[in-house]
């Protein structure tokens, strides 16, 4: 019985800071007040919501996904103006990028009663442009240690970022509520942040750092 009763006042409590979210986001919508213009306080008890409308801790599963998708976002953005800065010929396609980024975002975001679709093509876009750099690369060596001037070693920070994305983002897919191809379109994008941290390096005429392992030593493929 007082487990239950416990139980019950933390449901309780959990019903009153919603309640209290709602109210918060309806007050500062007011076009009148204008503090909403600098901050809002819709986050202050830890909860936010979805497009859907739908409410959540922000360390719940879509919350995860969301962020990582924005700072995913974030860096990539950051490496196209390193790569602006040394002129290189890959920066349109980050900002392309970068669109379909939103996109995922957004779809996260909607789910899962506005299921999003994630066209093919996006993925079908990446694979065309790592094929045509690939032409211009020797075959790459198992493990390139991430560096090669400040162009080069930005995409390899952001790689390793859209590999957590994708782990971020899987189990919303296996619960159905996220198309299944969100996950091999990041997947695929992590292979194209790598191949243009190499075509960056070249670039930049730095040399690619490879580690060699001890021999019978496996090393994790990247």
Same mark, same amino acid.
């Given at each position: ?45 830890? #909860? ?16 995860? +996904? ?86 080069? +070693? ?5 790689? +390793? ?16 509520? #996220? ?6 379109? #990041? ?6 942040? #790598? ?11 730095? +040399? ?15």
């Amino acid at each position: 019985m007082a487990l239950r009763r416990i139980f019950h006042i933390h449901e309780m409590r959990k019903f009153d800071y919603i309640r209290q979210f709602r109210t918060q986001c309806i007050y500062f919508k007011d076009k009148n007040d204008k503090s909403t213009e600098i901050f809002s306080r819709q986050g202050d008890e830890g #909860l936010s919501q979805t497009i859907s409308g739908d409410i959540f801790s922000k360390d719940a599963e879509v919350f995860n +996904a969301i962020g990582a998708t924005e700072e995913l976002l974030s860096y990539i953005g950051l490496a196209r103006e390193y790569g602006h800065e040394s002129e290189q010929q890959y920066t349109d396609k980050l900002k392309r990028i970068q669109t379909t980024v939103i996109d995922i975002s957004t779809a996260i975001s909607r789910s899962p009663i506005n299921k999003t679709t994630i066209p093919g093509t996006y993925k079908k876009e990446l694979e065309d442009w790592i094929l045509d750099y690939s032409k211009q690369l020797p075959p790459p060596e198992e493990y390139i240690i991430p560096g090669g001037g400040v162009a080069s +070693a930005s995409l390899h920070v952001a790689r +390793a970022i859209c590999r957590r994305t994708e782990r971020a983002v899987v189990p919303l897919v296996h619960k159905g509520s #996220l198309d299944k191809e969100v996950i091999a379109y #990041l997947n695929r994008l992590s292979d194209f942040l #790598l191949m243009v941290s190499r075509i960056a390096a070249k670039h930049d005429n730095r +040399a690619e750092s490879i580690y060699i392992p001890k021999p019978n030593e496996e090393v994790q493929p990247q």
